[in-house]
C-alpha cells in the first residue's frame, strides 16, 4: 500500500515533484518491500521517501538497501531520505552511491 503525502517540514527539499513517500508499516522488511515495490513503479529518476518513524539503526538498514535498488534503476538519480537522527548519515557514509541525501526531522 502507498501513502504519498506532502511534505511537513521546510527542510526537505523540493525533490520528486513536491511528494513524499511513506510507507505503511514499521517493521523494516517490510518497509524495504514497501519501499521497492514503489522505486519499481517509478518513471522519475529522483524521489523523497519518509522513513523518520524508524528508529537509526533500522533506517540506516532500510535506506542502504533501498537506496542500492533505487541505484540499480537509476543510477543517476537522487533519493531524499527524511530520518530522525544523523547518525543514519553517519552509520551510511561508508556504503554511499552517491544517489543519497539524508533530513532529519
Do not use: H
Not at 31 to 53: C, H, P
Not at 93 to 99: A, C, E, Q, R, S
Amino acid at each position: 500500500m502507498q501513502k504519498i503525502q506532502l511534505p511537513q517540514s521546510s527542510q526537505l527539499p523540493q525533490l520528486a515533484e513536491d511528494k513524499v513517500f511513506m510507507p505503511d508499516s514499521y517493521s523494516s522488511n517490510k518497509v524495504i518491500e514497501s519501499i521497492n515495490s514503489y522505486i519499481d513503479t517509478l518513471k522519475r529518476d529522483s524521489v523523497s521517501i519518509d522513513i523518520s518513524f524508524l528508529n537509526a539503526i533500522d533506517s540506516s538498514y532500510v535506506s542502504t538497501m533501498c537506496s542500492t535498488n533505487f541505484f540499480i534503476k537509476f543510477p543517476q538519480g537522487k533519493i531524499c531520505w527524511k530520518v530522525s537522527s544523523e547518525l543514519v548519515k553517519t552509520f551510511n557514509k561508508n556504503f554511499d552511491l552517491g544517489n543519497t541525501e539524508y533530513l532529519t526531522v
